[in-house]
């Protein structure tokens, strides 16, 4: 009897993948709806922020300071979205899409409908996933294409006719249309072909490959040259490129940015136990190679580059095409899991992103998936300001997060003239130069913040009313913040000067209104507003 209980389990566990390989269908149905209705709920109930708009502004005028594929495919759906909920709804697809082509993928590397379900439940539940599926940003679209682009691959190697080298081709085309860190995404898949056949045919594969892929980048090759050079050196705000990226990625797949750090722990714990346990027991070659150059390969290269060329370029989440390994990882060692008590391990897992995913929604205008800060009400605070606006107002806004916000609900999406929208003293702007390096980026293709002097305008009075729009990411005083200094020493400048006729006060932005009219004082001073504000912080 003793003797027979692993065949019986083994025959149990024959019987779980018959029932998971005879309802493949209705398996991807599931995720797909538990997919949809996870990024759905709520879809339009915060405003735009200004990376959204961003894409907007790209599609909509044909500026591409990302890779050309997103904007232009969002040029397309836009002809017909015209809400937050219709225009997100984009991203959405996109990640039903991930959670598919993870499926086909992890159903051809793991040899198991059932390992397959629970790469493609990990990656569904992702709470990063959900954040950028729920984002008008190319983050899932690069998350799909790397998961389609690795099954193209497998299947080029192992069957190279005119089809798959064609699909090959296309994928990693679309990869490096996606986003500038598909370099490294490919990189690290050209490597893996020494790997898997000798190296005179490696050789040879890899001219097929590369070169047809590099003819078709040709288009955008010049002008990513030209982002590095401008970005080189430059300083970022978000989460970059080290020694912790790894663990950085880990969280992102695992537990968001709104778990406290012990459940963070646990989770990240729970996440190795299976990662190494599926390496242990799944000894398929393509798993490996998978898990080698999806994984641990691109973010070693990553880690190395950002020794050599500490630049803004080098964002840890920009890395977010390693979520599909990283979901296969754990479905591998979920899978070769043969102890009921064992099953804690992948249970705590999902119990943890379901968790983050409930933060998530407990606060619909959460943090920010890099940085803890709230989205703003945007849209909110624009309303007012359209449902208050008359003949000779002038709107002045402090920061690029506030100031394309302003652009799409105000200029963009209702018509009012951009020439009353001016950038506060234009400093800005000039800080932006500074801090990214990249002036002549902005002189030619960002024009939503205009450079407007706010003396010129004030002194020579053609303006009645101003709309102080100021956006608040940081609460209470923060010297070291520049965007809170800015926003706080121009409205106390104001402040000093016009009479506050009217405030409104939403999350993430305040509007006042000032009366230029009536100015508390007989005569403008001689001081202005870049000497008296300005030069007092910037020393």
């Given at each position: 009897m003793i003797k027979g209980v692993p065949y019986i389990k083994a025959a149990q566990k024959d019987g779980v993948e018959l029932f998971c390989k005879r309802n493949e269908k209705w398996m991807v149905f599931f995720l797909v709806l538990v997919c949809l209705l996870i990024r759905l709920f709520r879809l339009g109930t915060y405003s735009f922020w200004g990376d959204e708009v961003d894409s907007i502004y790209m599609a909509t005028n044909q500026v591409y300071f990302h890779p050309h594929l997103y904007p232009l495919m969002l040029q397309l759906w836009s002809q017909w979205a015209s809400s937050e909920f219709t225009y997100r709804l984009l991203s959405v697809l996109m990640g039903a899409g991930a959670t598919v082509a993870t499926w086909f993928l992890a159903r051809r590397v793991l040899k198991s409908s059932c390992a397959a379900f629970l790469a493609s439940l990990f990656l569904t539940l992702s709470p990063s996933q959900v954040y950028y599926s729920r984002e008008l940003r190319m983050y899932t679209l690069f998350t799909l294409t790397a998961a389609l682009s690795w099954l193209a691959f497998f299947r080029w190697m192992k069957r190279e006719n005119t089809t798959n080298t064609l699909l090959v081709i296309t994928a990693g085309s679309a990869i490096l249309y996606t986003h500038k860190y598909g370099v490294v995404f490919l990189a690290a898949q050209c490597l893996a072909v020494f790997f898997m056949v000798p190296f005179k045919q490696a050789l040879k594969k890899l001219v097929i490959y590369v070169v047809p892929v590099i003819i078709i980048f040709i288009p955008y090759l010049r002008l990513m040259l030209y982002y590095f050079r401008q970005y080189l050196g430059a300083q970022y705000w978000a989460q970059s490129v080290s020694l912790q990226t790894p663990r950085y990625l880990l969280r992102f797949l695992f537990a968001g940015y709104n778990a406290s750090e012990r459940v963070t722990t646990v989770l990240i714990v729970a996440g190795l136990i299976l990662t190494l346990k599926g390496w242990v027991t799944r000894?398929?070659?393509?798993?490996?190679?998978?898990?080698?150059?999806?994984?641990?390969?691109?973010?070693?290269?990553?880690?190395?580059?950002?020794?050599?060329?500490?630049?803004?370029?080098?964002?840890?989440?920009?890395?977010?095409?390693?979520?599909?390994?990283?979901?296969?990882?754990?479905?591998?060692?979920?899978?070769?899991?043969?102890?009921?008590?064992?099953?804690?391990?992948?249970?705590?897992?999902?119990?943890?992103?379901?968790?983050?995913?409930?933060?998530?929604?407990?606060?619909?205008?959460?943090?920010?998936?890099?940085?803890?800060?709230?989205?703003?009400?945007?849209?909110?605070?624009?309303?007012?300001?359209?449902?208050?606006?008359?003949?000779?107002?002038?709107?002045?806004?402090?920061?690029?997060?506030?100031?394309?916000?302003?652009?799409?609900?105000?200029?963009?999406?209702?018509?009012?003239?951009?020439?009353?929208?001016?950038?506060?003293?234009?400093?800005?702007?000039?800080?932006?130069?500074?801090?990214?390096?990249?002036?002549?980026?902005?002189?030619?293709?960002?024009?939503?913040?205009?450079?407007?002097?706010?003396?010129?305008?004030?002194?020579?009075?053609?303006?009645?009313?101003?709309?102080?729009?100021?956006?608040?990411?940081?609460?209470?005083?923060?010297?070291?913040?520049?965007?809170?200094?800015?926003?706080?020493?121009?409205?106390?400048?104001?402040?000093?000067?016009?009479?506050?006729?009217?405030?409104?006060?939403?999350?993430?932005?305040?509007?006042?209104?000032?009366?230029?009219?009536?100015?508390?004082?007989?005569?403008?001073?001689?001081?202005?507003?870049?000497?008296?504000?300005?030069?007092?912080?910037?020393?």
């Amino acid at each position: 009897m003793i003797k027979g209980v692993p065949y019986i389990k083994a025959a149990q566990k024959d019987g779980v993948e018959l029932f998971c390989k005879r309802n493949e269908k209705w398996m991807v149905f599931f995720l797909v709806l538990v997919c949809l209705l996870i990024r759905l709920f709520r879809l339009g109930t915060y405003s735009f922020w200004g990376d959204e708009v961003d894409s907007i502004y790209m599609a909509t005028n044909q500026v591409y300071f990302h890779p050309h594929l997103y904007p232009l495919m969002l040029q397309l759906w836009s002809q017909w979205a015209s809400s937050e909920f219709t225009y997100r709804l984009l991203s959405v697809l996109m990640g039903a899409g991930a959670t598919v082509a993870t499926w086909f993928l992890a159903r051809r590397v793991l040899k198991s409908s059932c390992a397959a379900f629970l790469a493609s439940l990990f990656l569904t539940l992702s709470p990063s996933q959900v954040y950028y599926s729920r984002e008008l940003r190319m983050y899932t679209l690069f998350t799909l294409t790397a998961a389609l682009s690795w099954l193209a691959f497998f299947r080029w190697m192992k069957r190279e006719n005119t089809t798959n080298t064609l699909l090959v081709i296309t994928a990693g085309s679309a990869i490096l249309y996606t986003h500038k860190y598909g370099v490294v995404f490919l990189a690290a898949q050209c490597l893996a072909v020494f790997f898997m056949v000798p190296f005179k045919q490696a050789l040879k594969k890899l001219v097929i490959y590369v070169v047809p892929v590099i003819i078709i980048f040709i288009p955008y090759l010049r002008l990513m040259l030209y982002y590095f050079r401008q970005y080189l050196g430059a300083q970022y705000w978000a989460q970059s490129v080290s020694l912790q990226t790894p663990r950085y990625l880990l969280r992102f797949l695992f537990a968001g940015y709104n778990a406290s750090e012990r459940v963070t722990t646990v989770l990240i714990v729970a996440g190795l136990i299976l990662t190494l346990k599926g390496w242990v027991t799944r000894k398929s070659s393509e798993f490996r190679l998978l898990v080698v150059f999806g994984f641990f390969v691109p973010v070693l290269m990553a880690v190395f580059m950002s020794m050599l060329l500490p630049s803004s370029l080098l964002v840890a989440r920009y890395l977010i095409f390693v979520m599909v390994p990283s979901a296969i990882m754990l479905a591998a060692g979920t899978y070769s899991i043969k102890t009921p008590v064992a099953l804690l391990v992948p249970l705590t897992l999902i119990a943890g992103q379901l968790q983050s995913i409930t933060l998530q929604y407990r606060n619909v205008f959460r943090a920010h998936a890099i940085e803890v800060r709230e989205r703003g009400e945007f849209r909110e605070a624009c309303q007012i300001i359209l449902d208050n606006y008359s003949d000779g107002d002038v709107i002045g806004t402090t920061a690029m997060s506030g100031t394309h916000p302003v652009w799409y609900y105000i200029t963009y999406k209702n018509g009012y003239p951009p020439t009353r929208m001016v950038d506060i003293n234009d400093y800005h702007r000039e800080h932006l130069g500074k801090k990214y390096n990249h002036n002549e980026f902005l002189e030619e293709v960002y024009v939503i913040a205009n450079p407007i002097n706010i003396d010129e305008f004030l002194a020579a009075g053609k303006y009645k009313r101003f709309w102080f729009y100021g956006t608040q990411w940081n609460e209470g005083e923060n010297p070291d913040d520049f965007y809170f200094n800015q926003r706080t020493r121009i409205r106390q400048w104001l402040q000093t000067r016009y009479p506050e006729i009217g405030v409104w006060e939403f999350k993430g932005v305040d509007v006042r209104l000032f009366d230029l009219e009536n100015p508390l004082q007989d005569s403008l001073d001689e001081i202005s507003l870049a000497s008296d504000v300005m030069d007092s912080y910037s020393r």
